[in-house]
C-alpha cells in the first residue's frame, strides 16, 4: 500500500463565497503488460528470452511517486532477463533529477540499459546520466553493448533522443558484428524506418504516450500533423523490423490518460524466434496484470 497524500484543511474548508474543494484522485497505477514479439533473425537461445520496458516516467508535480515506485515494483518483480528504458525520466525542472535518482531506484535484474529521451536534455541531460549511472544503470549513448543471455550474445544498440538532434545511427551500430535479431532502445518511434534500414531486429520506443487524451480521429490527425506516425503498439516497419510503442508510465501537460492505448504500462515482452508460420514482426499480447495499490 501506498500512503494517502496529504491534504491541506484550507483545500477542503469552505470559506465565505467559496465551494469545499475535494482532494483529487490519484491516477490508475501502471499495469504490467505482457506481450510476445517475433524478432526476425533472432537467435533461437533467445527464443523466450523476457525484457521489460519502462518509458516517459516524468518523475515531477504531474507524476506521483508512489506511481512511479509501482512501475519500478511491476518491472522488478517480472524476473526479466533484462530491463530497458527509453527516456524522458523527468519533466522540465532540474531539481527533478534528484527526485528521479531516488525514485527510479531498486530496479532488479542482471543488466538495466537505458536511453536519454528529448525531456531530459530539456531539462539536464549530464545531471540525468549521471543519477541512472549511479543506481547502477547503464546509458547508451549512440553505442552498443553485447548481453549474455542463456550462453549467447544478444546486441543492445542504444540510439541517443532523436528529438534533440543527438542520435548518431551510424556510430551506435559501428561495430556491430551481428545486426539481425538486434534489439534497439530509441525515445522516438519516427526514427524506425532509418533502423530498420540499419538492420535492426525490434526497436523499443516511447515519446507519444499514446497519444494521453486519445480522441478517434482528432488525436491521429493532430499526431500526423506533428510527425508522429506511431501512436503506440507493435508495427512491422520494412521487411524485417519489430516496432513497439509504449505509452508509457508518467504524466506530462496533463495529470490525466484518457482513452485506448494510454493507460499507464511497465511492458513485459517475450522474444520468439521466426517460425515457419510466423513472419517478423508478429505480436501477440498476452493480458495485463495491475499493480498492487
Known amino acids: ?23 483529487r484522485r490519484p491516477p490508475p497505477l501502471p499495469v504490467l503488460a505482457e506481450h510476445e ?62 527526485a528521479a535518482r531516488e525514485q527510479l531506484a531498486g530496479l532488479r535484474a542482471p543488466r538495466v540499459l537505458t536511453v536519454l529521451g528529448n525531456h531530459d536534455y530539456f531539462t539536464h541531460a549530464r545531471g540525468m546520466t549521471a543519477a541512472l549511472v549511479d543506481q547502477g ?33 551510424e556510430a551506435a551500430f559501428a561495430g556491430v558484428a551481428r545486426r539481425a535479431g538486434s534489439l534497439v532502445l530509441c525515445h522516438a518511434p519516427d526514427a524506425a524506418p532509418g533502423l530498420a534500414r540499419a538492420g535492426a531486429g525490434l526497436v523499443l520506443s516511447g515519446h507519444t504516450h499514446g497519444g494521453q487524451i486519445y480522441v478517434p480521429g482528432v488525436t491521429d ?24 510503442v509504449t505509452p508509457g508510465v508518467g504524466f506530462s501537460g496533463v495529470t490525466h490518460r484518457v482513452g485506448p492505448g494510454t493507460a499507464a504500462e511497465v511492458a513485459l515482452l517475450t522474444l520468439r524466434a521466426p517460425r515457419a508460420t510466423a513472419p517478423a514482426g508478429t505480436a501477440r499480447s498476452a493480458g495485463a496484470t495491475a499493480a498492487a495499490g
Open 137 to 169: 544503470y547503464e546509458v547508451l549513448r549512440n553505442q552498443h553493448t553485447v548481453v549474455e543471455l542463456r550462453g549467447a550474445p544478444l546486441t543492445v544498440v542504444g540510439i541517443d533522443d532523436p528529438v534533440t538532434r543527438h542520435h548518431d545511427v
Open 37 to 98: 514479439v517475433v524478432v526476425a533473425g533472432l537467435d533461437p537461445r533467445h527464443d523466450g528470452v523476457r525484457v521489460a520496458h519502462l518509458s516517459d516516467i516524468h518523475v515531477g508535480n504531474m507524476t506521483p511517486a508512489g506511481h512511479v515506485r509501482a512501475a519500478i515494483a511491476l518491472a522488478s518483480g517480472a524476473g526479466a532477463d533484462l530491463i530497458v528504458m527509453t527516456g524522458d525520466y523527468v519533466c522540465w525542472r532540474r531539481h527533478e533529477v534528484e
Open 1 to 23: 500500500m501506498f500512503a494517502s497524500p496529504q491534504v491541506d484543511p484550507a483545500s477542503t474548508t469552505p470559506g465565505p463565497g467559496r465551494a469545499r474543494r475535494r482532494p
Open 221 to 244: 490527425r493532430i499526431m500526423r500533423r506533428l510527425g508522429l506516425n506511431y501512436r503506440g503498439g507493435h508495427y512491422a516497419v520494412g521487411d524485417t523490423t519489430a516496432l513497439y
